[in-house]
T-cell receptor, first 113, second 116 residues
């Protein structure tokens, strides 16, 4: 019973296309996140979102947009894909109350050709 | 300024030996949490251990322990009795604040290789 699940696991697409990555959590957590891991393995926050607030990392291009149909889902839409968008994207969730960490999904490896 | 610094890009350890992975952090928030995650070659992020800024004792989880030195702002991970399966990337991370949707800031990671 996967706690945070992402689909697809691998995504290969051409430049200029629009794609989505889906994320679902069954932990009852309040907040969900998207992280990008670049080729040097550096993990950087892209978005955090709960019922009240969407926080966007200002360095994220507006081609990236999170969509949350409900508390358990946070999908990532990417428009007009560029070569530099190739990376591994991780979804994660956490409980707002308390100081514990995140539960991560297994990641989506996006390759733009 | 970097919030989390991991100065060891790569480390090697002999199987069954102990190894320490370094992590220093920078924050002015009195309330924060420190975490270590393991990322094996399969790519998933595995939570290992957590230390709160107000915790009096160092955190331990099985073979993992966190050497928390608050005055030095360091949170080193100690892995005892290394196993071949410990070979992976290890990330130190920090969350500032007690509640709220606070982001987890990661270091650049340390690649640990366990030698048989």
């Amino acid at each position: 019973d996967t706690a945070v699940s992402q689909t697809p696991k691998y995504l290969v697409t051409q430049m200029g296309n629009d794609k989505s990555i889906k994320c679902e959590q069954n932990l009852g957590h309040d907040t969900m996140y998207w992280y990008k891991q670049d080729s040097k393995k550096f993990l950087k926050i892209m978005f955090s979102y709960n019922n009240k607030e969407l926080i966007i990392n200002e360095t994220v291009p507006n081609r990236f947009s999170p969509k949350s149909p409900d508390k358990a889902h946070l999908n990532l839409h990417i428009n007009s894909l560029e070569l530099g968008d190739s990376a591994v994207y991780f979804c994660a969730s956490s409980q707002d109350k308390g100081t514990y960490g995140y539960t991560f999904g297994s990641g989506t490896r996006l390759t733009v050709v | 300024a970097q919030k989390i610094t991991q100065t060891q890009p790569g480390m090697f350890v002999q199987e069954k030996e102990a190894v320490t992975l370094d992590c220093t952090y920078d924050t002015s928030d009195p309330s924060y949490g420190l975490f270590w995650y393991k990322q094996p070659s399969s790519g998933e992020m595995i939570f290992l251990i957590y230390q709160g800024s107000y915790d009096q004792q160092n955190a331990t989880e099985g073979r993992y322990s966190l050497n928390f030195q608050k005055a030095r702002k360091s949170a080193n991970l100690v892995i005892s009795a290394s196993q071949l399966g410990d070979s992976a990337m290890y990330f130190c991370a920090m969350r500032e604040g007690r509640t709220g949707a606070n982001n987890l800031f990661f270091g650049t990671g340390t690649r640990l290789t366990v030698i048989p």
